[in-house]
């Protein structure tokens, strides 16, 4: 699988951050509140693959349900780039709708479903590898 390096950001620019992905995206729509409700599509990396250019100073974080997930959002601004997800503790969600459309070649959105979330998580866990 050939990697492009994708830029992003948070809406006013405090944030900025770089992930290394196909220039052809899969990513997910999820049912769960949080991400119903704030309209996030998600982009999962490895953590090798993500790389926060500046803004950490600027982030605040919010924890809810389990605690697992780390969700981190632009204290300015108020936007949720990316974050530590529950279902890949060791990875980032991106969202693709941070992403500068540049370096995307084609979008493609997949349903995760909360309600099943065992096998949500498997199809992640397989194509994020």
């Known amino acids: 699988m050939s990697l492009v390096t994708h830029r992003g950001g948070c809406h006013c620019g405090a ?27 998600h982009l999962i990396v ?3 693959r993500f790389r926060l250019l500046q803004g950490a100073e600027s982030l605040t974080e919010y924890r809810f349900n389990t605690g697992t997930a780390r969700h981190l959002f ?5 936007i949720k780039s990316f ?3 529950r279902s ?7 969202n693709a709708r ?4 540049a370096t995307i070649e ?3 959105i997949e349903i995760f479903d909360d309600n099943d979330r065992a ?3 498997a199809r992640l866990r397989d194509r994020s590898r």
Not at 98 to 101: E, K, V
């Open 15 to 41: 944030v900025a951050f770089e992930v290394d992905a196909p220039a052809r995206l899969t990513v997910s729509d999820c049912n769960c509140s949080i991400c119903r409700m704030s309209g996030y599509q």
């Open 46 to 48: 490895p953590r090798a």
């Open 74 to 78: 632009c204290r300015r601004c108020g």
């Open 83 to 85: 974050y530590v997800p």
């Open 88 to 94: 890949n503790p060791d990875g980032y969600s991106v």
């Open 98 to 101: 941070c992403l500068d459309p």
């Open 106 to 108: 084609h979008l493609e």
């Open 119 to 121: 096998a949500s998580e």
